[in-house]
Structures are given as C-alpha cells and as structure tokens.
C-alpha cells in the first residue's frame, strides 16, 4: 500500500486539503478569542484592514491559487506526456513519485482552501452584527500566498532539470540501486562455482511431475511476494514451493506460477491442498504495473526502453542511447557483485522450504543488451558502446560469472561482421571487441589505440 500511494500525485496533495480545511476553522477560532488580548508589538505585524479589504484580500487569494494550481497540473501533465511518448511510458511512475511536484500541488491546494475556508469567517459589520477580521487568518494566507510564488518559481526550475534525459536516467538509477541494496546482499567473495548458484551451496530442489500446480490469483504484473507468508504456508503444509515466476512478470489469473509437493512424501490431503494454493496466491501480489518494490530488473527494463526508443527511426538519437547503455553498465556491475539467481527461504531448522525465482546475470545482461544491439546495429558508436559495457562487466565479475559476458560478446561480433561498415569504424570495433576478451582474461588495455 505504501508503494501505491508512493507513486500516486494526489495523497499528499489531499493531506495539504484536509490541513487547510482544519485550520481555516480551527484558526479565526483562535483569532476570536485572542483579538483583545493580543500585545500590541504582535498586532502590528499583522494584517490590519477592514473586513471589506480582509475579504478582497483573501478573495484575490483563493483566486490566484486556482489559476496557479491548473497551471501546475497542465505544465505536469505535459511533462507526462513528454516522458511517455518521447522516452518510454515506464518512466511516468518517476515523475508522479516526485516529492517535490506532490508537495508543490499540496501547497498549491492548501493555500486555496485556507484562504476560502477563512474568508467564510469574515464579518462585516451589516445588519447590527459585530464586525470581525481573522487577522492571524489572513496574514498566515498571505504568507503562504508568498510561499506559493516562491514554491512556483522553484516548480518550474524544477520541472524544467527533471524533464532532461539525463536526470530521467539518474533517477532511474537511484531508484535501481536502492531496490538493489534492499533486496541482493553483497557478495564479495565471488570466487568460484558455489557462488555463482546465489543464496547458498544448496543446489534449489526441482518440482517432481506430479506436484500440485499453483495458479495466480488475479492477472496484472507480479509486483510483490510475500516471503513471511509463504513459508508460513510451506512450513505448517509440510511442503516445498515452488514459484517460477519472478516480480515484473506478467501474470494470467488461473495459469500457473509455481508448484508445491510434499517434504516427507505423504500426498496433500484435500485440504491442505485448498488452504495452500490459497495461500500462495494471496502470497503472490499483482497491480497494474511493474515497480521497483521487488522487481530488480525494473531500472534495467527503464534505461533500456530508452536506447530503443532512441534508436528508433522517429528519434534517431544515438547519443541518448549510448548514454542509456552508460547508466546500464553502472548496474550491471553493480549486480554482478551480488547474489543472483534463486533465493531460498529456509525454517527454524534450516530446511528449504520456498524456492523463489530471480534473474541471474544471463538474464540481465540479455535484458540490458538484445535490444540496443538489434536495434543499433548499423551503429557504430552503440556497437563501441555495448563492446565497453562487455569490458566493464567483464572486469567487474569473477570468473564464474564470465560465460554471460562471453556469450554476448560473440553475438556482438556477430552483429559486426553482418554490417556493411567503413573499414576504419570495423576496424576500431574489432579492437574494442579483443579488448573485451583481455578484460576476461583479466588484464586492461591500456593502450591509445581505437
């Protein structure tokens, strides 16, 4: 719930509302019962027109805010739809995340509803009732009127860095490696072929042929599973799970996503089966698009739907894609030096007991690479560019995990050999592919030749 809310635009701003509201009642309240005891020194800060001025003012007031507040949502909109078509819709969800738009909107909002709630207050004195002017009132909406064009000003300067692609791409970035760092831990000691199986030395149980099938329970993209949940279920089953379908798949109500079997060998009893295929499908959350909350491939998925769309004929901007690929070697690297491949999920006595599906670096590598490389390939700068992401990752990844790297590195050449390039340009790509073997050789070239 709190990863919705993260990236919707209108809780914070509805917050600022319900705010507004309290203190537009609670406020001239106060101003009542302090208006003669107030000392003088305070009373001449504040406002201290008549109740006619007093309600222009905060007439003026909530009118602006109005106007400014469309103006904010237009410019945001815009800016939405620029993200959309010109880079990839999977970028919406950074900017309606953005603290700053969701708090601008919410002051925005604010001031409007303070200043309407506060002007139903004023009195002026007609038909022999006591006049009254919430001073404190009104000169706190005209504070946060001030704060308003200050916070518009800023908006702006704000909105015009974040439409940039490369401040896309970096927040891209950050919202990757956060997921990263909650979700793999470090593996330094990537040394040899026990590493390379992730979570532990354990070699993850198989599903037999006649295990129970466990179906999703609502369609939409995995975003979330429910670890506590799920071995909860397999423990007081007494069974191993099985689910192979890992966070940002999309899923089908009723197909599978897994299966479970009996750890001692006893078949399920009717029961027992209905409660666990319950269970693991109230384990396994979907929504209507892929986050970040689980899904560690999703800022690969982001920065490569950004080199395609660069590289295709209505952008034809190589340079945003070389840049992408830049971004998307930096978390290559970053999780190679992680745990990768399946995670285990043991009980109290350190059986396995859930087998979760993650991308290992084959994966993930295919993902960062398939798409620019069939794309760009009459390109050389790309083809440059995905020949130093092969030699970055290279060198950032024990031997053990250098097959992935090898296996695209031939697909590369490959890709070079089939194009109808100038002699100088295969040339340079061909260095810069042997350059990619002395990295898995472990040895970086350092010589000034292209």
């Known amino acids: 719930m709190r990863e919705r809310l993260r990236a919707q635009l209108w809780p914070l701003p509805t917050l600022g509302v319900a705010l507004a509201i309290v203190a537009g009642v609670g406020l001239p309240l106060l101003d009542g019962r302090m208006q003669h005891d107030m000392p003088s020194w305070l009373r001449a800060y504040l406002f201290g027109g008549s109740p006619d ?64 709630t506060v002007l ?17 009132s009104v000169t706190v909406a005209f504070v946060l009127t001030l704060a308003s064009v200050l916070t518009l000003v800023l908006f702006l300067s704000h909105l015009a860095r974040e439409i940039r692609i490369e401040t896309m791409m970096n927040s891209v970035l950050s919202a990757a490696d956060r997921t990263i760092h909650q979700l793999l831990p ?19 149980p198989e599903p037999p042929t006649d295990a129970l099938t466990l179906a999703a329970g609502a369609s939409g993209f995995l975003t979330s599973v429910d670890e506590e949940a799920l071995l909860k279920a397999a423990v007081e089953a007494d069974a191993l799970v099985h689910i192979d379908r890992q966070p940002g798949s999309s899923l089908i109500a009723g197909t599978p996503v897994g299966a479970a079997w009996p ?16 269970e693991v499908s109230q384990a396994v959350r979907t929504g209507a ?18 080199a395609a769309k660069a590289l295709s004929p209505g952008s034809n901007d190589p340079t945003t894609a070389v840049h992408a690929l830049s971004h998307s070697s930096a978390l290559l690297c970053e999780l190679a030096r992680r745990d990768l491949g399946p ?19 084959q994966d993930l590598l295919d993902l960062a690479v398939d798409q620019p490389l069939r794309y760009g390939a009459a390109e050389p700068a790309v083809l440059a560019r995905i020949a130093m992401l092969l030699r970055e990752l290279a060198w950032c990844t024990a031997p ?7 296996a695209a590195l031939a697909r590369l050449r490959s890709t070079i050999d089939a194009q109808d390039l100038h002699a100088s340009e295969r040339l340079r790509l061909t260095v810069q592919a042997e350059h990619v073997d002395e ?6 070239a350092h010589a000034l030749r292209h």
């Open 439 to 444: 990295a898995l050789a472990g040895r970086w």
């Open 186 to 204: 470090e593996k330094p000691d990537l040394t040899g072929e026990a590493s390379e199986r992730g979570d532990s030395a354990a070699v993850p």
């Open 53 to 116: 001025a007093a309600r222009s003012v905060l007439a003026a007031i909530a009118g602006s805010m109005v106007t400014v507040t469309a103006l904010t949502f237009s410019l945001t909109v815009v800016t939405l739809q620029l993200a959309s078509s010109q880079f990839s819709p999977r970028l919406l969800r950074t900017f309606t995340a953005d603290r700053y738009v969701q708090a601008t909107l919410a002051l925005f909002l604010a001031t409007f509803t303070f200043a309407l």
């Open 289 to 306: 698009e892929r986050t970040d909350l689980q899904d560690v491939a999703f800022g690969l998925r982001q920065l490569t739907d950004i």
């Open 343 to 361: 995670r285990l999920l043991r009980d109290e006595h350190q059986q396995v007991r859930v087998v979760l599906r993650r991308p290992d670096l």
């Open 400 to 406: 053990a995990r250098h097959p992935p790297v090898a």
């Open 263 to 278: 750890r001692a060998g006893e078949p399920f009893t009717p029961g027992t089966r209905a409660r666990l295929a319950e």
């Open 120 to 136: 139903r207050t004023v009195r002026t004195g007609a038909d022999g009732k006591t006049g009254f002017v919430p001073q404190t």
